[in-house]
């Protein structure tokens, strides 16, 4: 599936959760229906921050020395 299609489909998922919450809990109720999907997304950028910096210090670690002349660990 590309990425457009994936995009529209949740587009479309988000469109019906905000009618069902219109439905059910009034203009309140979609309010926090988008207020928790804001929250949940910042949270997942910066989670997804978090690990791609910690991956890369992970990889920094693991290289062997670069510097000539130091004894390597063995």
């Known amino acids: 599936m590309s990425k457009t299609t994936k995009r529209t489909i949740w587009v479309v998922w988000f469109l019906i959760m905000c009618w069902i919450a219109y439905q059910v ?7 926090f229906l988008v207020a928790a999907g804001a929250i949940g997304g910042l949270s997942t950028i ?11 210090v992970a990889r920094f ?6 510097v000539k002349g130091l004894p390597s660990e063995e």
Do not use: Y
């Open 25 to 31: 809990f009034g203009w309140l109720g979609v309010l």
């Open 61 to 66: 670690r693991n290289q062997p020395d670069q």
């Open 46 to 56: 910066f989670i997804n921050r978090k690990v791609k910096r910690d991956e890369q």
